[in-house]
């Protein structure tokens, strides 16, 4: 795999393909960041996130967590020190799972966006943007039906967080696209030069397919969730045996979440995925990529049954490490 596919691997966009190629020429310790609002517990979002960020870092790049405390108080998630205790969890947690703790740099957004300097370029920005375009930028990551002032504050300290934190690349999930093409836009009118971008997909509902993954509304998996748990929640996940479920009766387009997982979590951190069935359900069989797996189930060779079973397993094996690490720590 060159370094051009290993940055690119599962990811949906890049902003611009041209800019990431040249990055890819030479990604020694050049800056790649993602921002966070600190939730304490880490779940199959962050995680997907999480690869990235270890597949960047594979490639020689430094990895910058940006635990934003401010942001997550602009959107009523806590009180400020509520938000930074959380947000010190977070960090033991990402390292727990597997990000190299030598080349990742956290990073609390009040260690800087109450400078001076920040705040006279976040009222630059404010002359800039109206409140329909801050309002459109931050519609998919807002807490609450109304947005409130503070929110529209938001995207723009995003883009200023990508100068300020002098970037050579950018990552998000899909969710982040709109702030990010804002960043684009507004980071010239300061004459600072924005940075590439590049956007992972966003899950699917674990028990329905439609909509996202989300740990405020249906179900996930995160580091904390025992053996036990893991297998019952996937047990219970919805998987239909092809990967392009149809248009259900209400006109929504499900995908299939467990086949999401396998392809964004498991295959990009293990080589091969064994599974073991008993000879009357054809033997055991060992996958070496996504696609062979995915036309098993397409095809029938595959149960879903099967496949779930598999997929809990080793969702226990990614998270049992960063599990065992922080129950030492407690």
Known sequence: MTTYDKITQN????????EIRTLAESPLDKRAYVGFEPSGVLHLGHMLTANKLIDLQEVGMKI?????????????????????????????????????????????????????????????????????????????????DVPKVSQAVYPIMQTLDMHYLDLDLAVGGTDQRKVHVLARELLPELGYSPCPMIHTPILSNLTTGIGKMSSSVGTTISME?????????????????????????????????????????????????TVERNDKHGGTITYNSYTDLEHDIESGNLHPQDAKKTLAHYLDNLIHSGRERLTDQS
């Open 64 to 144: 910058v967590v940006l635990l934003a405390d401010l942001h997550a108080y602009l959107n009523g998630k806590g009180s400020l020190e509520e938000i930074q205790h959380t947000a010190e969890i977070m960090q033991k947690q990402f390292i727990a799972y597997g990000l190299d703790e030598g080349q990742t740099e956290f990073v609390h957004g009040s260690d800087f966006q109450l400078e001076k300097e920040y705040i006279l370029d976040l009222h630059k920005l404010g002359t800039l943007v109206t409140l329909n375009r801050a309002n459109r930028a931050m519609a998919e990551i807002q807490s609450g």
């Open 225 to 273: 969730d025992s053996p036990e748990s893991i297998h019952k929640k996937i047990n219970k996940a919805f998987c239909p045996p092809t990967a392009t479920p149809p248009e259900d009766q209400d006109g929504n387009n499900p995908e299939n979440p467990v086949l999401q997982i396998f392809q964004f979590h498991i295959f990009p951190r293990f080589e091969q995925i």
């Open 11 to 18: 990811v949906v966009e890049s902003i611009t393909d041209a």
